[in-house]
């Protein structure tokens, strides 16, 4: 039998290889075994939202010269190219992969980031696997077994996608399925080497995150000045090496090589670290707070957990209002005289022209990633439970409903400061009309908060299913993304909150369904507090 207890830092027992991997099978299917509903909803989307773009653009930009129009003027606009990447060839394949290859390779990087931390970080911080290790595990069979169900998930998006867009060409295909799966797979590889230096999982996936965040702002930021992705930013991102995979457009298959060796460093070095270290510790240790408290209240310490996450949010939020305000001006020459783009856009963002509806329809992105913070920073109530840090607070003078609204305010109220914050970079980058952009983005919280109080009556009342609160904020996502590229009927678009309100600015303003949205968001509220009163707590 071998255990993984030993000393942080002290020389641990070399066994076997084959030792340090008994158990591996055991845990990959309990960890499948878990994910059964989680991952199969990533691969469906991730690979749907694919599969989606030809049909779209085919409908869009029908023609040959249309396409090598729309390819100028996207190449033209260093804005576009920051925020979707430059266009490297005018075929459907081609202009499928620029549309979203990279947001496609972005969603793989997080799918595989939670897939990892869940089943390694997660498992030594709620106790799991120290039980787990009492039986025949090897000390690194819960890392492998945790990289191979990222392995598998990222396997089927990648088959999914190349079997998909196979029609459009056999080696396009490959090489954009092959991206967006060894994307995920670098980042998983990645998540493994953060899980063994941190001490929290959710330190893990935040660090995590900051490295997708910046590996993002350093491609745009290297798009933007090189029409090509010739830049050096471009290359010091891995979402760099996707875009310059070039599928459908000459493809370069030797950066699969940069990817691959990523993957094959990151993991030996991840190996390594997990051999020296016993469960439960890591490399870098959290910081013993002082020695006298100076948090008097529940509200307080819920600021004190969650700043740096609001933060975050508020600093990406502004930067993406001022991106985004900045492409305002170029809407009407990114759009040109194509008639199917320009509807696409109104029925995004309204039909008051083409500058209110393009505005409207940044707003409506920023509400509805908004609605993921939302989400996130309510889900932090359930995490405080699972990990037992609830416990001790509320054995104290502290009830139930004065601790979660410690966190609900700093949620829903954090995503009316992000509104806020995004509509101001709007107004910096655009330069007019900072009323009516406040008072759209503003409009946006009801959707926000209907949603933000599915995930309080989920985490209150059906605690066992508080992770579905991540499916529904995806799917109102997708709806609100590609629904109106694809056509999706009106009946369709109004399964999301986002689809009942009033494309503003530029349409008249309707209270009917704003007020709807905000009484249905404080009864999922009240419900969510009424069960979490009622039921006994996670342990």
């Known amino acids: 039998m071998t255990t993984a207890t030993g000393e942080l830092g002290s020389t641990p027992r070399t066994p076997r290889t084959s030792r340090q991997l008994a158990g591996t099978g055991a845990l990959l299917r309990l960890a499948l075994r878990r994910d059964r509903v989680m991952m199969p909803v990533w691969v469906i989307v991730i690979s749907g939202l694919v599969l989606s773009m030809p049909g779209a653009l085919e409908q869009t930009y029908g023609t040959a010269a249309e396409r090598a129009d729309a390819m100028r003027s996207m190449n033209a606009n260093s804005s576009m190219r920051a925020l979707y990447s430059p266009v490297f060839g005018d075929s459907i394949g081609a202009l499928s992969a620029w549309r979203i290859g990279v947001y496609a390779a972005i969603l793989a990087a997080v799918m595989s980031l939670i897939v990892v931390v869940r089943h390694t970080r ?165 910081r013993p707070g002082p020695a006298k408290g100076g948090i008097a209240t529940a509200g307080g310490l819920a600021w004190r957990l969650q700043r740096g996450s609001v933060l975050g949010w508020t600093l990406g939020f502004l930067a993406s209002g001022v991106v985004f305000g900045g492409m305002v001006e170029g809407a009407a020459d990114i759009v040109g005289d194509n008639a199917d783009t320009r509807e696409i856009i109104e029925r995004m963002g309204g039909q008051s022209g083409l500058t209110d509806a393009f505005l409207a329809t940044m707003v409506g992105l920023l509400g509805m990633v908004a609605s993921l913070y939302v989400v996130a920073s309510v889900l932090r109530l359930h995490g405080e439970e699972t990990s037992q840090r609830a416990e001790p607070v509320l054995a104290n003078a502290v009830g139930r409903l004065r601790w979660a609204g410690g966190h609900l305010v700093i949620a829903f109220g954090g995503s009316v400061l992000l509104m806020l914050v995004g509509g101001l970079g709007l107004y910096v980058g655009h330069g007019e009309d900072l009323g009516p952009i406040l008072g759209a983005c503003l409009v946006q919280v009801a959707a926000i908060w209907a949603l933000g109080g599915v995930a309080v009556l989920l985490v209150g009342a059906f605690p066992r299913a508080a992770v579905a609160a991540w499916g529904v904020a995806g799917v109102c996502l997708a709806i609100g993304w590609i629904g109106p590229a694809v056509s999706l009927p009106q009946v369709a678009l109004e399964l999301s909150p986002f689809g009942h309100l009033p494309k503003l600015p530029g349409s008249e303003m309707t209270w009917g369904p704003v007020m709807t949205l905000l009484t249905i968001a404080a009864t999922l509220v009240a419900g969510g507090l009424t069960g979490l009163r009622r039921r006994d707590l996670i342990t």
């Open 122 to 286: 997660e498992e030594e911080e709620t106790g799991r696997q120290e039980m787990l290790s009492a039986a025949m595990v090897g000390r690194r069979a819960p890392l492998t077994a945790a990289l191979l169900a990222a392995f598998v998930a990222n396997a089927a998006v990648g088959l999914l996608i190349t079997g998909g867009m196979a029609g459009q060409g056999a080696a396009g295909a490959l090489a954009l399925g092959l991206g967006v799966a060894g994307t995920g797979m670098l980042f998983a590889t990645m998540t493994a080497i953060v899980a063994q230096l941190t001490e929290s999982a959710r330190l893990a996936k935040g660090l995590t995150s900051g490295v997708l965040g910046a590996a993002y702002v350093l491609k745009a930021a290297g798009d933007a000045g090189a029409e090509d992705g010739s830049s050096v930013l471009t290359w010091l991102s891995p979402l760099g090496w996707a875009e310059n995979l070039r599928a459908y457009a000459g493809e370069r298959w030797w950066v699969l090589l940069l990817i691959a060796a990523a993957i094959v460093v990151q993991g030996a070095v991840a190996y390594d670290l997990a051999g020296r270290r016993g469960v439960g510790m890591s490399f870098v240790p959290t």
